[in-house]
């Protein structure tokens, strides 16, 4: 079955220093999200893609978090600078479209750890 | 925003148990999904349910999307000891929203 791949799976780095992450969706799906799940919550979103647009960022921290989908297909999510509170769980899904019948589809994420 | 209500916050049963886990909401929901994570892995998608009172089964798991639009259960039947994990629902509007999650200890 097709897996959403998503690397490294896991980053220790220091505060104030920049880190990246990569995620490839299913192949075919056109949207793409970017989770952060903290530990003992639910996912919540990030920022969320159709093809190479950013649909939804309203969520996203842009003074430091930025998120990339160049050519419409893998994304990049980078932190820069980290903070420890930034220390959780980034997921990224993926779905064939973005209506409310296109279930989302995971990645095993990076756990981000900020010392 | 839309939150969800999920419960319980966890359980423990024994093997062999039948269990039943809800979301509500004061928000409606076109499209309502439960999820299972195991510790450090993403989500794995369990059931999704697109039409308000539609019942839906995969194996031992049974799903039914409320006919308020507002809430949603799931129900594990027989459970063995795989079934150990946190159980998501979530709501999709536009958005998806995740419930805080169900922590399912089976016991031998």
């Known amino acids: 079955e097709a897996e959403v791949a998503q690397s490294p799976r896991y980053k220790i780095t220091e505060k104030s220093q920049a880190v990246a992450f990569w995620c490839d969706p299913i192949?075919?799906?056109?949207?793409l999200y970017w989770y952060r799940q903290i530990l003992g919550q639910g996912p919540e979103l990030l920022v969320q893609?159709?093809?190479?647009?950013?649909?939804?960022d309203s969520q996203l921290p842009k003074d430091r978090f930025s998120a990339e989908r160049l050519k419409g297909v893998d994304s990049t999510l980078k932190i820069q600078p980290a903070e420890l509170g930034d220390s959780a769980m980034y997921l990224c899904?993926?779905?064939?479209?973005?209506?409310?019948?296109?279930?989302?589809?995971f990645g095993n994420g990076t756990r981000l750890t900020v010392t | 925003g839309q939150q969800l209500n999920q419960s319980p916050q966890s359980m423990f049963i024994q093997e062999g148990e039948d269990v039943s886990m809800n979301c509500t909401s004061s928000?409606?929901?076109?499209?309502w999904l439960w999820y299972k994570q195991d510790p450090g892995e993403g989500p794995v998608l369990l059931i999704a349910?697109?039409?308000?009172?539609e019942l839906t089964s995969n194996g031992r798991l049974t799903a039914q999307f409320g006919i308020t639009r507002k809430d949603s259960f799931l129900n594990i039947s027989a459970s063995i000891p795989s079934d150990v994990g946190i159980y998501f629902c979530?709501?999709?509007?536009?958005?998806?929203?995740f419930g805080s999650g169900t922590q399912l200890t089976v016991l031998p």
């Open positions: 349910l697109y039409k308000a009172g």
């Open positions: 893609f159709q093809d190479e647009s950013v649909v939804d």
């Open positions: 899904a993926s779905s064939q479209g973005q209506g409310d019948n296109s279930p989302l589809h």
């Open positions: 928000s409606i929901f076109n499209t």
């Open positions: 979530a709501g999709q509007y536009g958005q998806l929203t």
């Open positions: 192949s075919g799906h056109a949207t």
